[in-house]
């Protein structure tokens, strides 16, 4: 099945989605991580979309959505997220983030629990208790690493980490000139974590009240304390790790993690 594209626009910022069908279908809302696109859950979307409705977001600040929006806080990326719901009458979705995109997800599901049927966080959490106050600059850093410009799709490949995750962010590069570039800009990347540096989100983690589901990496990306209270202060939350991959396994073993999720899927009520 291919997907068609989709555009909602909420306060003048466009947000374009991919629309992967089977409407009346369960939908599912997939939101990628800081700097990603909508495509890196092509292949875990065609494998779920003959049995739901799946829809992934280029948030605000990436892919083909708007590219320089002034409001980056987390409340606008949780407002783009319900805005997507509703003019896409996606009726109490499933929403599935990674990394960034799900501590958006877990955001919308803990503000309009109503809403939500159930979440999946994908190497995503609320933060610690002590975050880094250097993330935002660490960041900034990895992102001045990176050519303004790949000569070839293999340069970028090659450059973003090789094998399925070095194709995966390469998808996500624009041509101009015949040549590959970021298709975000660097500050709307940063100051979209300028919040995540300042405080911990483990108040509103408790306001979460659907089924939820959490599937790390051996990346440590998520601290161990940091699972271990999340955890302790919802111990209904179903977790799980997969072996031997990074911080980007949706990339790394699709399969794996839409058997993961597939088997939350058919357990919810």
Do not use: K
């Not at 509703?86 to 958006?104: E, I, N």
């Amino acid at each position: 099945m291919a997907w068609c594209e989709r555009v909602v626009v909420r306060d003048g910022v466009r947000l374009v989605c991919r629309d992967w069908g089977r409407s009346g279908e369960q939908p599912i809302v997939f939101l990628h991580g800081l700097a990603g696109h909508a495509g890196e859950w092509d292949v875990l979307a065609r494998m779920l979309s003959c049995r739901y409705r799946v829809v992934a977001v280029d948030q605000r600040g990436h892919g083909a959505s708007e590219r320089l929006p002034r409001d980056v806080s987390r409340a606008a990326y949780v407002a783009d997220v319900i805005a997507v719901v509703d003019q896409l009458a996606l009726q109490r979705p499933v929403l599935v983030g990674q990394s960034l995109g799900g501590h958006t997800a877990m955001l919308a599901a803990a503000a309009h629990p109503g809403l939500v049927r159930a979440l999946a966080l994908v190497e995503a959490g609320p933060g610690g208790p002590d975050p880094n106050p250097h993330g935002p600059v660490d960041i900034g850093r990895w992102l001045d690493s990176w050519p303004t410009h790949f000569p070839s799709r293999e340069a970028a490949v090659a450059f973003l980490g090789g094998g399925p995750v070095g194709e995966g962010w390469a998808a996500g590069l624009e041509e101009r000139d015949g040549r590959l570039g970021p298709r975000f800009n660097r500050d709307v990347m940063v100051r979209s974590l300028a919040e995540n540096a300042q405080r911990s989100f483990l108040r509103e983690w408790t306001q979460v009240d659907c089924p939820t589901l959490v599937v790390l990496a051996q990346s440590s990306f998520i601290p161990a304390q940091e699972v271990d209270e999340m955890l302790r202060l919802r111990p209904s939350t179903t977790s799980m790790s997969i072996p031997a991959t990074g911080h980007d396994l949706h990339l790394e073993q699709p399969a794996v993690l839409h058997a993961a999720l597939l088997d939350f899927l058919e357990g919810l009520a």
